[in-house]
């Protein structure tokens, strides 16, 4: 009996625990359909209903770069319009916003229903972060229920963007005048085998990455 009663505990206790790092929940409880069709990041709603619109328009290249993560927006990248079939409209208008769960200030994350994959999965988590004064849209992660989604969101993606978070103030605002970055090159720059030595001299490990897509690299020493 007491280990029964132990188990029930730790159950409740762990439950307790999961909620309790979420800032709070906000039940929606509406479709798509009865949201209203604008741009208002001012909330993680805002920005996911944006992006809803945006997938049932096809107009890509007016809101892209608008409602997502400037993480998703690389500088000089031009989005194209897509066009939409009317069964992708239908389901996207026909989707339920169930909750928004704000992990804190500047995580959240939109729970609602999605049928665009069968019987697999029945929800999609949409991440929504809080960047530059706004909230905008994080990417998409299909789940098979909400408590699915709320645990994806606590252990996955808040871990994520908040390691990003400190980040982004300084990516998002890099200097569009190219004679600072070309001024320093000229002062620091080495030849790439010249620094590729340095590094593997001055660290223990040494990660060098080459894309597939392309022929720049990098190098970063830990």
């Known amino acids: 009996m007491k280990k029964v009663v132990l188990i029930l505990w730790l159950?409740?206790?762990?439950?307790?625990?999961?909620?309790?790092?979420?800032?709070?929940?906000?039940?929606?409880?509406?479709?798509?359909?009865?949201?209203?069709?604008?741009?208002?990041?001012?909330?993680?709603?805002?920005?996911?209903?944006?992006?809803?619109?945006?997938?049932?328009?096809?107009?890509?290249?007016?809101?892209?770069?608008?409602?997502?993560?400037?993480?998703?927006?690389?500088?000089?990248?031009s989005y194209q319009n897509r066009k939409v079939q009317p069964e992708v409209k239908e389901e996207i208008l026909n989707r339920e916003v169930k909750q928004v769960v704000y992990y804190n200030d500047s995580v959240a994350g939109v729970i609602s229903t999605f049928e665009g994959w069968g019987d697999e999965y029945g929800y999609m988590l949409t991440g929504s972060v809080f960047e530059n004064g706004r909230w905008v849209n994080a990417g998409e992660q299909p789940v098979k229920s909400i408590e699915e989604g709320q645990l994806w969101l606590k252990e996955k993606l808040a871990p994520t963007l908040d390691r990003y978070a400190k980040y982004t103030s300084r990516i998002s605002h890099v200097s569009t005048d190219t004679t600072a970055f070309i001024r320093y090159i000229q002062s620091h720059g080495r030849e790439p085998e010249e620094f590729l030595l340095e590094a593997l001299k001055q660290h223990r490990i040494v990660l060098y990455g080459e894309p597939l897509l392309s022929n720049k690299s990098w190098l970063m020493g830990l």
């Open 11 to 77: 159950l409740v206790l762990g439950n307790i625990g999961m909620k309790a790092e979420f800032r709070h929940i906000v039940r929606v409880d509406k479709k798509v359909s009865e949201l209203k069709d604008t741009i208002d990041l001012s909330s993680p709603l805002g920005a996911f209903t944006a992006s809803a619109y945006m997938q049932v328009k096809g107009n890509d290249s007016v809101c892209f770069d608008k409602i997502y993560t400037f993480r998703f927006c690389p500088l000089g990248k």
